[in-house]
């Protein structure tokens, strides 16, 4: 499995033709306590940076984009019950929603860990 | 992400600095732009624990970005000074006694608000305390109505810190043994560790505490010394916006301002009897013909709290609607976020008196969609003061 970076700070996890999107660690350290996240529907058709969900915290409200192309198949549904673990667990457990990509020619471009370190040093 | 990058340090702007600028770099605080100062939006401990922190021990904010300034008579009488004032604001500043401070609000020709902000008698002179972006146009405003009675003196040799929360009295009480006696809205000066100082015990967070006027070359130690008490964290300016909103405070600018009157902003409490139709000076104060005329009869819409029934924080600039369907904005958030104490998302804003009794649900318009609220009383959380 590959993950890659996108310069808003979304991380994606690509396991054959589905995509897990979640946020950096970095950026939820720049947000603050997060206190509210809005996915989107499963089944939504999402474009390449459409807003795709919300994530808020006590601060500021941030949009998520989508980084790609293609159809919500999962959200995680923990992230209702518990915003926090996007503070706790930003490149894990807080994953925000699964996509399946429609055209895999858009993962070009993105970050592999090492310049999204650099992006944000 | 939207604001990952906004909220990260921008330094593109000259931005002026606090006296406690360095200590707030030292103590690890996220410096952001606010009112054209450099300030601490946050430290380490983060907004959420800063809010809570405040709320069950004491916490300690920078607020000398603030406008401090003093009013005397050029007569060397008080009273010159608080006639003059009250051409200004619809306070009674006569009848505030030595030692007191009052909340008072400048109001303009039309009876919009101009700033707001604290009065206390000093016994042969007002000492002010105004929004740090409002502090040059209150000033200019000051001279231009009162040059001719009184002498207008800004303080900008002065910080200002808050010590606020249920710990700020025993804290303060070992740096300044005779805080604890003070009542809420006592105001003074008062030696705290050696140091000359005004303290008043007040603050905007809802909160027991103090504020503390200190000379600048000064600032810093005492700071430090109150600091180094372990119930005391220093708070940034995140925390201070979720605190004052709970307690249902306004933040000029945004809740009240020159489209507003006191009265619109339910802020009648504020005006004495004194001041008021029938009182001993009733009017006679900018914008007095409209305020007076709203207090008497009625606004036609009121300031108000708002619970969202969602989980979702519903923040400033949010329209809000008396139905899921209809086209035209009945009102709007002012503020609004997310209350740490409470664990949910609270809202103040603006309705037509038909909508703004308690309990009515309004539909805010959040992403596309009508989510619904419902006007709430305020405080959100209750008030602790020490009167």
């Known amino acids: 499995m590959t993950t890659l970076y996108t310069e808003d700070h979304e991380w994606l996890a690509i396991d054959g033709d589905v995509v897990t999107v979640g946020i950096t660690d970095y950026a939820q350290s720049q947000l603050g306590d997060v206190v509210f996240v809005e996915l989107p529907k499963v089944g939504r058709a999402l474009k390449k940076a459409e807003a795709a ?17 293609g159809e919500v198949v999962a959200i995680n549904d923990a992230l209702a019950a518990e915003p926090a673990l996007v503070n706790s667990d930003a490149d894990g457990k807080a994953w ?17 860990a090492d310049a999204y370190k650099a992006h944000t040093a | ?22 200590l707030h770099v030292a103590r690890g605080g996220k410096m952001v732009p606010f009112a054209g100062y450099d300030m601490p939006v946050q430290y380490a401990t983060g907004v959420l624990k800063e809010h809570l922190h405040t709320r069950a021990a004491a916490g300690l904010f920078d607020v000398s970005h603030m406008g401090q300034m003093t009013l005397r008579a050029k007569s060397g009488k008080l009273e010159d000074a608080a006639l003059a004032l009250e051409k200004l604001v ?3 500043i006569l009848a505030l006694a030595p030692g007191r401070q009052r909340y008072a609000q400048f109001t303009n020709e039309v009876g919009g608000i101009l700033d707001d902000l604290m009065v206390a008698n000093f016994g042969d002179h007002l000492f002010l305390v105004v929004n740090a972006a409002c502090k040059d146009e209150d000033e200019a405003h000051l001279r231009a109505h009162l040059s001719d009675i009184c002498v207008i003196e800004t303080l900008p040799n002065r910080a200002l810190i808050a010590l606020q929360g249920p710990k700020a009295a025993d804290v303060l009480a070992t740096l300044c043994p005779e805080a604890p006696a003070m009542k809420f809205m006592d105001a ?25 006027s200190i000379p600048n070359d000064q600032a810093e130690a005492l700071t430090s010394a109150l600091l180094d008490h372990p119930d005391v964290l220093p708070i940034g300016l995140g925390a201070r916006d979720s605190l004052r909103l709970e307690a249902g405070l306004c933040l000029y600018g945004h809740d009240i301002d020159t489209t507003t009157t006191p009265i619109e902003g339910g802020l009648n409490w504020s005006i004495q009897k004194s001041r008021r139709t029938g009182g001993a000076r009733a009017g006679g104060f900018l914008g007095s013909d409209k305020i007076l005329a709203q207090l008497d009869g009625g606004a036609p819409r009121k300031r108000i709290g708002l619970l969202p029934e969602g989980r979702a924080p519903v923040r400033e600039g949010v329209l809000l609607f008396a139905d899921t369907t209809s086209t035209e904005s009945i009102g709007s958030v002012t503020s609004g ?4 104490s409470l664990g949910a998302p609270i809202a103040m804003g603006y309705l037509p008196n038909a909508q703004a009794a308690d309990g009515t649900t309004v539909f805010a318009e ?3 969609q009508r989510m619904p609220m419902k006007v709430s009383p305020m405080p959100f959380v209750p008030h602790s003061y020490k009167r």
């Open chain 2, 90 to 92: 619809p306070m009674d």
């Open chain 2, 366 to 368: 959040l992403r596309g």
């Open chain 2, 188 to 212: 003074g000066p008062h030696s705290v560790n050696g140091i000359a100082c005004f303290v008043s015990r007040s603050g905007y967070t809802g909160e027991d505490g103090y504020e503390i």
């Open chain 1, 53 to 69: 969900a919300v994530v808020e915290s006590v601060k500021a409200a941030s949009d998520v984009y989508a980084p790609i192309t």
């Open chain 1, 96 to 112: 925000f929603f699964k996509i399946k990509i429609a055209d895999k020619s858009e993962l070009d471009g993105l970050m592999d």
């Open chain 2, 1 to 22: 992400m939207s604001a990952v990058d906004a909220l990260a340090t921008d330094k593109s702007s000259i931005l002026k600095q606090t006296p406690l600028h360095a």
């Open chain 2, 337 to 340: 976020g997310f209350g740490p």
